[in-house]
């Protein structure tokens, strides 16, 4: 038997080591459909449609064989509505059965008494609700008539059915931040854990990110609320930006995209992460040959984002080691470079790069699957899904002949 | 977090609900009863922790897996963080032929 | 006999700065880019 050498095996810093990327994802997100009973304002992967190419049951069975392989600790399974595809349990079963835990957000729209009472029954699933408003204005607002009931109802059945701990999620905005602690009280009234986290201008949220995101008075407020309150709440680590107010918040405060997790969407695109639904950071599809593992070891995109990070511009800012730069996708949605500040820097440099950008219109990705005629509060914002069809170059050319050949201008 | 006071002269094991999952520079263990997450930071250490159900105490699969007397408080301080966090835990029944 | 008496939470808090320590314990839900 030989002896393991201990010399030159010094343990480095974790950070530095997820950022050169894992073997597998420790956990990632799994969308498993585009169709959704909803059209939330701010929806990152623009759901709502499904897409006629999504993976089979079958095909979503082996991905969960690869995963379990690869021993993927858990799935966060997510959509639009996962809860709406017929063979939903049938998949979360399979999981569990194969060693991948699972959780799943839900708008609550399945969450009946004997659904809870499944859920409750298991020790390898976990439910996380979504809840943008601690009252039904704020929240129907966002998320659509009818929504703040069928979350609340949710939860109340979660917990007659007794289940203990699950979570309740909240995307911060601009009109929900003033109800921060209504949100605590309503997760301890339902046994749940609060789970904060960060808008960004993914998906649909590019169409309300200059409404919604959050003032700079209010990312020091929820900085503050956070360091207060971090112990009992998660953030899926999403506001490592706010950690160069002062003390870094608990977390890795490190992006995981591409390194330590990443997205499989419903058609089987692979992601760097929920966020960055683009052909930018498209890094292979489950179907292709070797499937999911050989895209999360083997792609050029996420070779590229486990190259250690220079920092760019941001290299000389002394809160560079907690904040990293912030959100990769929110730099880009915003149309700003990958190698600068975040657009919600802290110390402002996110808003003078914005100030100082070329007017060109910020990337939009090609995938939409919204619903055609979005239903919408009377109140609320309406979302538009601008196409990235380019317009021909004579329909703005004010000569009535533009584009006809030259023998037919005789006519 | 209750102190652990960690006895290297008990027998150890690791979890029936912890997946352990090696990676080159050690190994990651989740805990799927609590959700929780260990990184074991060199491939010693990995050892120690596979061993420990085949050692009559956790001294025993330290020092079968290469640790030094001098190096045995790190590693019992290692050990201790995964017993606090439920990672490994004490095994009651006698090794046969012990 | 090096019986060592150390506390669960004081490994954790030391975990990100110490680079002696040879378990970390990380927060699942710690690793922006899930949802």
Same mark, same amino acid.
Request: charged share 20%.
């Given at each position: 038997?030989?002896?393991?050498?201990?010399?030159? @095996?010094?343990?480095?810093?974790?950070?530095?080591?997820?950022?050169?990327?894992?073997?597998?994802?420790?956990?990632?997100?799994?969308?498993?459909?585009?169709?959704?009973?909803?059209?939330?304002?701010?929806?990152?992967?623009?759901?709502?449609?499904?897409?006629?190419?999504? =993976?089979?049951?079958?095909?979503?069975?082996?991905?969960?064989?690869?995963?379990?392989?690869?021993?993927?600790?858990? &799935?966060?399974?997510?959509?639009?509505?996962? @809860?709406?595809?017929?063979?939903? #349990?049938?998949?979360?079963?399979?999981?569990?059965?194969?060693?991948?835990?699972?959780?799943?957000?839900?708008?609550?729209?399945?969450?009946?008494?004997?659904?809870?009472?499944?859920?409750?029954?298991?020790?390898? &699933?976990?439910?996380?609700?979504?809840?943008?408003?601690?009252?039904?204005?704020?929240?129907?607002?966002?998320?659509?008539?009818?929504?703040?009931? @069928?979350?609340?109802?949710?939860?109340?059945?979660?917990?007659?059915?007794?289940?203990?701990?699950?979570?309740?999620?909240?995307?911060?905005?601009?009109?929900?931040?003033?109800?921060?602690?209504?949100?605590?009280?309503?997760?301890?009234?339902?046994?749940?854990?609060?789970?904060? @986290?960060?808008?960004?201008?993914?998906?649909?949220?590019?169409?309300? #990110? *200059?409404?919604?995101?959050?003032?700079?008075?209010?990312?020091?407020?929820?900085?503050?609320?956070?360091?207060?309150?971090?112990?009992?709440?998660?953030?899926?680590?999403?506001?490592?930006? =706010?950690?160069?107010?002062?003390?870094?918040?608990?977390?890795?405060?490190?992006?995981?995209?591409?390194?330590?997790?990443?997205?499989?969407?419903?058609?089987?695109?692979?992601?760097?992460?929920?966020?960055?639904?683009?052909?930018?950071? =498209?890094?292979?599809?489950?179907?292709?040959?070797?499937?999911?593992?050989?895209? #999360?070891?083997?792609?050029?995109?996420?070779?590229?984002?486990?190259?250690?990070?220079?920092?760019?511009?941001?290299?000389?800012?002394?809160?560079?080691?907690?904040?990293?730069?912030?959100?990769?996708?929110?730099?880009?949605?915003?149309?700003?470079?990958? *190698?600068?500040?975040?657009?919600?820097?802290?110390?402002?440099?996110?808003?003078?790069?914005?100030?100082?950008?070329?007017?060109?219109?910020?990337? /939009?990705?090609?995938? *939409?699957?919204?619903?055609?005629?979005?239903?919408?509060?009377?109140?609320?914002?309406?979302?538009?899904?601008?196409?990235?069809?380019?317009?021909?170059?004579?329909?703005?050319?004010?000569?009535?002949?533009?584009?006809?050949?030259?023998?037919?201008?005789?006519? | 977090?209750?102190?652990?006071?960690?006895?290297?002269? /008990?027998?150890?094991?690791?979890?029936?609900?912890?997946?352990?999952?090696?990676?080159?520079?050690?190994?990651?263990?989740?805990?799927?009863?609590?959700?929780?997450?260990?990184?074991?930071?060199?491939?010693?250490? =990995?050892?120690?922790?596979?061993?420990?159900? *085949?050692?009559?105490?956790?001294?025993?699969?330290?020092?079968?897996?290469?640790?030094?007397?001098?190096?045995?408080?790190?590693?019992?301080?290692?050990?201790?963080?995964?017993?606090?966090?439920?990672?490994?835990?004490?095994?009651?029944?006698?090794?046969?032929?012990? | 006999?090096?019986?060592?008496?150390?506390?669960?939470?004081?490994?954790?808090?030391?975990?990100?700065?110490?680079?002696?320590?040879?378990?970390?314990?990380?927060?699942?839900?710690?690793?922006?880019?899930?949802?």
């Amino acid at each position: 038997m030989t002896l393991a050498p201990d010399m030159g @095996t010094s343990p480095g810093k974790l950070t530095d080591l997820f950022q050169l990327g894992l073997d597998a994802p420790i956990c990632l997100t799994w969308e498993l459909t585009y169709a959704c009973n909803l059209s939330c304002v701010h929806c990152l992967s623009s759901s709502g449609r499904r897409d006629p190419r999504e =993976l089979t049951t079958g095909e979503c069975k082996a991905v969960i064989d690869t995963l379990q392989r690869m021993q993927v600790f858990y &799935v966060n399974i997510g959509g639009g509505e996962p @809860t709406v595809r017929p063979d939903f #349990w049938e998949l979360v079963d399979y999981a569990t059965a194969h060693h991948v835990g699972v959780k799943f957000s839900t708008n609550g729209v399945r969450l009946d008494a004997a659904a809870a009472a499944r859920l409750a029954a298991s020790d390898y &699933v976990d439910v996380q609700i979504s809840l943008d408003g601690a009252t039904r204005e704020v929240n129907d607002a966002v998320r659509g008539p009818g929504s703040f009931d @069928t979350a609340m109802r949710a939860m109340q059945n979660l917990r007659d059915a007794g289940f203990q701990g699950f979570k309740l999620s909240v995307v911060m905005t601009r009109q929900n931040i003033p109800q921060i602690d209504s949100f605590k009280e309503i997760a301890d009234r339902f046994g749940a854990q609060l789970r904060l @986290t960060r808008l960004r201008p993914s998906g649909r949220g590019a169409d309300v #990110w *200059d409404e919604l995101h959050p003032l700079p008075s209010q990312q020091r407020e929820l900085y503050e609320w956070l360091v207060a309150h971090g112990e009992q709440v998660l953030t899926g680590d999403s506001f490592f930006h =706010l950690s160069a107010f002062g003390s870094a918040l608990p977390g890795l405060n490190l992006c995981g995209a591409g390194r330590v997790v990443c997205l499989i969407d419903p058609v089987g695109d692979v992601y760097a992460c929920p966020f960055a639904i683009h052909e930018n950071f =498209l890094a292979g599809n489950v179907r292709g040959a070797g499937g999911f593992e050989a895209v #999360w070891r083997s792609s050029a995109l996420f070779a590229d984002l486990r190259k250690p990070d220079t920092g760019g511009a941001c290299k000389s800012c002394g809160f560079y080691d907690s904040c990293r730069g912030g959100c990769m996708a929110a730099k880009f949605f915003t149309g700003l470079p990958m *190698d600068g500040p975040d657009p919600e820097c802290v110390q402002g440099y996110g808003q003078a790069a914005l100030a100082a950008a070329p007017a060109v219109a910020a990337p /939009r990705p090609s995938v *939409d699957h919204s619903h055609r005629t979005a239903p919408r509060s009377a109140r609320g914002p309406v979302p538009v899904s601008i196409g990235r069809r380019r317009p021909s170059a004579h329909d703005c050319d004010e000569s009535p002949l533009a584009g006809f050949a030259a023998a037919e201008a005789n006519g | 977090m209750t102190p652990v006071t960690f006895d290297l002269d /008990r027998a150890w094991r690791v979890d029936p609900r912890v997946s352990m999952r090696p990676e080159p520079f050690g190994a990651l263990l989740y805990h799927f009863g609590t959700r929780r997450l260990s990184f074991l930071k060199n491939q010693t250490v =990995l050892a120690v922790v596979r061993s420990l159900a *085949d050692h009559p105490s956790a001294r025993a699969a330290c020092l079968a897996s290469g640790v030094a007397e001098a190096e045995l408080p790190a590693y019992a301080r290692a050990l201790a963080a995964l017993a606090s966090s439920k990672m490994i835990t004490e095994r009651i029944s006698h090794d046969s032929g012990s | 006999m090096p019986e060592v008496s150390t506390t669960g939470h004081e490994a954790e808090t030391e975990a990100l700065t110490s680079d002696e320590l040879l378990v970390e314990e990380v927060s699942i839900d710690g690793m922006c880019g899930v949802y």
